[in-house]
């Protein structure tokens, strides 16, 4: 039976030349050059690092255009801390790979309620898809590209 895969991946190869990237124009920047300012990434999370709450947003577009030239939704990034001290600021972001439950619950209902003869079970993070004919796992993919999510979602494993 025809099938595929709705997954939400993020490609760490490319995030982490994306905060590279970010880095180097900082410090060439004439109004970050000397300020201090810097992006981390560890693992899942990415944290930008500034003398002040202006200069981390600075730093937050500079990441953001960098994510999206290496086309990384920036949709998988996730607010969590925001700290603010005397002399510095920073923010904290989690990077979201990944289905969770809710989300897979919800494109699991999108299946059922489309009426298309197609079975679909969360397993690890993806939702497998299954269906007898090719067209219709097409419509469904269609159905979930127009469906707006929390998460950026891709397709793969497609399978004849």
């Given at each position: ?31 970050l050059k000397d300020s201090g300012a810097a992006v981390s ?25 960098r994510l999206v030239a290496r086309k990384i ?88």
């Amino acid at each position: 039976m025809p099938s595929f895969d709705v997954v939400s991946e993020v490609n760490q190869h490319e995030l982490t030349n994306a905060v590279d990237q970010t880095n180097r124009e900082i410090k060439q920047r004439f109004d970050l050059k000397d300020s201090g300012a810097a992006v981390s990434h560890e693992k899942d999370k990415i944290t930008i690092a500034a003398s002040d709450q202006f200069q981390v947003e600075q730093v937050e577009k500079i990441l953001n255009t960098r994510l999206v030239a290496r086309k990384i939704d920036i949709g998988v990034l996730k607010d969590s801390v925001s700290e603010t001290a005397l002399g510095s600021a920073r923010k904290i972001f989690t990077v979201q790979e990944g289905i969770d439950t809710p989300n897979g619950k919800k494109i699991n209902q999108l299946i059922k309620s489309a009426r298309i003869k197609a079975q679909s079970s969360i397993m690890d993070g993806k939702v497998r898809v299954t269906a007898k004919k090719i067209d219709d796992l097409r419509s469904i993919m269609d159905l979930i590209k127009e469906e707006k999510l929390d998460m950026p979602v891709q397709f793969n494993n497609f399978r004849d």
